[in-house]
């Protein structure tokens, strides 16, 4: 059965730019509409209407009973003068950046070996990159954590066994190292799924070009950076917003981790909106409001990320 | 005949005609059960039920210890009250339980019985939680040791009881304090310091203590202040914020000098603030630490997760005196309590389990069945865990500890600057009474 049988008799298909919703006959809007009012009525639900109460939240003072007392900009201008917020802004930011750095710029290299350099192993490398990428980061936080644990851990007694025991740290405890520890377990869980997304934008490569470059005495630096990657510009805007909203979000791993300790050096605005609102921290009075007032900053830096995408989308079509 | 079950069920649906009014009717249909019921459940003031005649009273704790002997107390209370039927959900930990609780507060859906962490009062007093001095009456109360029913009251209303009383103490291994050359038991915190020294050298911590998140590093700093002023109402006047009272108050800056000089002596393990309450107990029991300190909960989960041979080998000490011959003040109270809900309308079922519960031949078997340490005097002569019972007789010389007051549990973020050593007493008294006022509001 051919899909024009699937039109009704009388009905022509029209084109896309002459389509318009009030030409359609009214039978057809409707079941327009009934295909969209189910997940509309869903995402008001459980996603507008939670954004807008918690934009309202974030004006009152409230712990979770009696009526939110309306405070206007109090508590965005508390940050200011909240030590641990200053932390939580700048691991947040530090840690989205380098994330979208290392996120991007490794597996970008890795699929570039895979497709031109490692051919005979791509299939072996590919599988076992991505299986870290299909477990959940708080699976893959708990392992990581057994892994740091400075008195039983795996990392530290290999260490040890090989002779580099003065190498052995507290990863997680130390303020120094603990954000770099996680920064390393956030790279291992995304570069696989990072890696085949280039892998797959460099499928798409039309070879002629490679072809006229090695015609034109290109070097394999030069076929990368001047091929390759402009080829790859919409790829890796996409990389690039997904790493930047990612880790403007971050929560899972850090509070799985670490839960924003040793005292709040890895504390960023998902794990101390959490802690104020809901963890022992919040103590008799929960924060919601407060709380509430990070979650608005969060979307609003994801907001950011969305628009980091469509202009790098936008240039890369140009 | 070979079946064609495989694809009739397709053959079927093609013969079916779809029509569009059908197909209309059913999604509007569809939406509207979805938006019906997404709204029923928001609105839905109440999750206190009957089934099949039964009241069900909901029980939210996280107090691991007893889970596996509590399913044994409700299966026999249930079957002499058939009228009644028992939900039991444990949590993990206070950080996995506190955000159920918030969202049950918040959508005015309390469980009938719930731990009410360090919000007893606060709840009490928004008519969340029920006042149990009127609806258990005095004579009830009084088989409670008096401070963990001063901790759950206030202005002549009590709002909790206390179900696992605690004091806090130094778990240690004698075979590592013995190879390291320590004699006895450290009186003082100078003792302390001098056994910390001798262990260190041995490669080994001296004492393994949890400082993340920081309200936990508050179990230890808070007693200090008792210690400091030799009275036990000095720091329950502080967590209130009483006129005359602050953080920058002298005792408690010398408490933190105090603390200040055990850190600097390296009495604990590296990276304190980084360390979890399970890692700290690990790095004791594995070995890693000669000591531990911690509450009385603490038998419980090391029968859970040390080895017999070890179980058997550890003991307690006090709480280090300020000084020889002092009282070794000790945090005492019951942070595990239990609270029943003000609105729900099977509030007299669980009244009439908590009587169940709390009846003394069923409490004490169950304190004794969990190695918990109870909270009424009688069951804690029928205590039969050696190391439970030995912590309880410090009960006498127990302090308050725990921040009840409103923000009070924000004074442990800037307590974390001691362990790590990143600022001075003084600057982190300071740091204490403004995070405190901050979260007050």
Redesign the interface.
């Known amino acids: 059965m051919s899909t024009s049988s699937t039109l009704r008799a009388g009905v022509r298909p029209r084109s896309r730019s002459g389509a318009s919703l009030w030409k359609l006959q009214r ?1 057809e809007r ?2 327009g509409y ?2 969209v ?2 997940i509309t ?2 995402f008001v ?2 996603v507008g209407w939670p954004i807008v109460f918690a934009v309202y939240l974030s004006f009152t ?1 409230w ?4 009526s939110p007392t309306v405070i206007g900009v109090d508590n965005y201008t ?1 940050m200011f ?2 030590p ?1 917020a200053a932390t939580a802004f700048w691991n947040t930011i530090v840690f989205a950046l380098m994330t979208t750095l290392l996120q991007t710029v490794i597996p970008l290299i890795i699929a570039v070996l895979l497709s031109n350099v490692w051919r005979g192993l791509s299939v072996v490398v590919r599988t076992l990159l991505f299986i870290p990428g299909i477990i959940s980061f708080v699976v893959s936080g708990v392992l990581w954590k057994l892994i740091y ?4 851990g795996t990392l530290n007694n290999l260490l040890k066994s090989i002779g580099l025991g003065a190498w052995q740290q ?1 990863w ?4 120094a190292l ?1 954000m770099p520890s996680i920064l390393v377990v956030s790279l291992w869980g995304a570069v696989g799924m990072n890696m085949l997304i280039f892998f797959a934008g460099i499928q798409g490569v039309d070879p002629t070009y490679y072809e006229a470059a090695e015609v034109d005495g290109a070097s394999r630096w030069q076929q990368f950076w001047y091929v390759t990657v402009p080829s790859l510009r919409v790829v890796t805007a996409i990389v690039i917003s997904l790493n930047l909203m990612n880790g403007f979000k971050v929560f899972d791993l850090i509070y799985v981790m ?2 924003g ?5 890895s504390e960023v605005f998902g794990t101390y909106l ?2 104020l ?12 409001g407060y709380g509430s007032a990070f979650s608005v900053i969060v979307m609003l830096l994801c907001g950011v990320a969305v628009l980091v995408q469509i202009v790098l989308s936008r240039r890369a079509s140009r | 005949m070979p079946s064609n079950r495989g694809t009739s069920f397709f053959a079927d649906a093609a013969k079916t005609s779809i029509t ?1 009014r059908g ?2 009717k ?3 249909a ?2 509207a059960a ?2 019906l019921s ?2 029923l459940a ?1 609105c839905s003031s109440g999750g206190a039920s009957s089934s099949g005649g039964k009241a069900t009273v909901r029980m939210w704790s996280w107090y691991t210890e007893v889970k596996d002997t509590l399913p044994k107390v409700i299966s026999d209370f249930e079957a002499k009250h058939p009228n009644i039927k028992i939900e039991n959900r444990i949590f993990g930990t ?2 996995q339980y ?2 159920a609780l ?1 969202a049950a ?2 959508g005015g859906d309390v469980p009938e019985i719930f731990a009410p ?3 007893a ?3 009490g007093e ?1 008519g ?1 939680s029920a006042d149990l001095k009127k609806e258990l009456g005095s004579g009830f109360l009084k088989g409670f040791f008096d401070s963990t029913n001063q901790e759950y009251t206030k202005d002549g209303k009590q709002y909790a009881l206390g179900f696992e009383a605690q004091t806090f103490g130094l778990f240690y291994d004698p075979d590592v304090l013995s190879a390291a050359g320590v004699d006895g038991e450290p009186e003082t915190w100078d003792d302390l310091i001098d056994a910390a020294a001798k262990i260190n050298a041995t490669g080994k911590s001296a004492v393994s203590i949890s ?5 936990s590093a508050l179990d230890f700093f808070l007693p200090l202040i008792t210690q400091v002023t030799d009275d036990p109402t000095w720091y329950l006047k502080l967590d209130q914020l009483e006129k005359g009272y602050s953080y920058t108050s002298k005792p408690v800056v010398k408490a933190l000098e105090l603390n200040d000089k055990i850190v600097k002596a390296k009495v604990f393990q ?7 309450g399970d ?1 700290s107990q ?2 004791f029991y ?1 070995g ?1 630490a000669a000591m531990f300190f911690a509450g009385s909960w603490t038998p419980a989960g090391l029968i859970q997760n040390a080895s017999p041979e070890f179980v058997k080998r550890y003991k307690i000490m006090k709480t280090p005196a300020i000084k020889s011959g002092a009282r070794h003040w000790t945090a005492d109270q019951a942070g595990a309590g239990l609270a029943v809900s003000e609105t729900s309308k099977n509030k007299d079922a669980a009244l009439t389990f908590l009587k169940y519960l709390y009846s003394e031949d069923v409490y004490s078997k169950l304190m004794n069945a969990s190695s918990a340490m109870p909270s009424t005097q009688a069951a804690v002569e029928r205590i039969t865990d050696a190391h439970v019972k030995q912590m309880a007789g410090w009960l006498p010389d127990g302090c308050p500890h725990i ?8 004074a ?2 800037p307590l ?2 001691i ?2 050593q ?1 600022a001075s007493p003084a600057e982190v008294a300071k740091q204490m009474q403004s995070a405190v006022e ?4």
Do not use: E
């Open positions: 039978s409707m079941a009934g295909f009012v189910p009525v869903l639900l459980f003072r712990s979770g009973f009696g508390r003068s909240d641990v644990d400075p008195n039983l507290h997680l405890s130390d303020p603990v670490t839960a300790g040793p005292n709040h050096a959490y802690s609102a809901f963890g022992s921290t919040a103590g008799s009075i929960p924060q919601l | 569009r197909l209309l059913a999604s509007g569809g939406a979805i938006g997404s709204l928001a206070p950080d506190l955000p918030t507060v918040s962490h360090v919000r009062i606060t709840y928004q969340i400082c993340n998140p920081g309200t590296p990276g304190t603030t980084g360390t979890s890692q690990q790095l594995t890693g921040p009840f007051g409103a923000g009070s549990s924000a442990g973020d974390q600057k362990f790590d990143t901050n979260a007050k509001g």
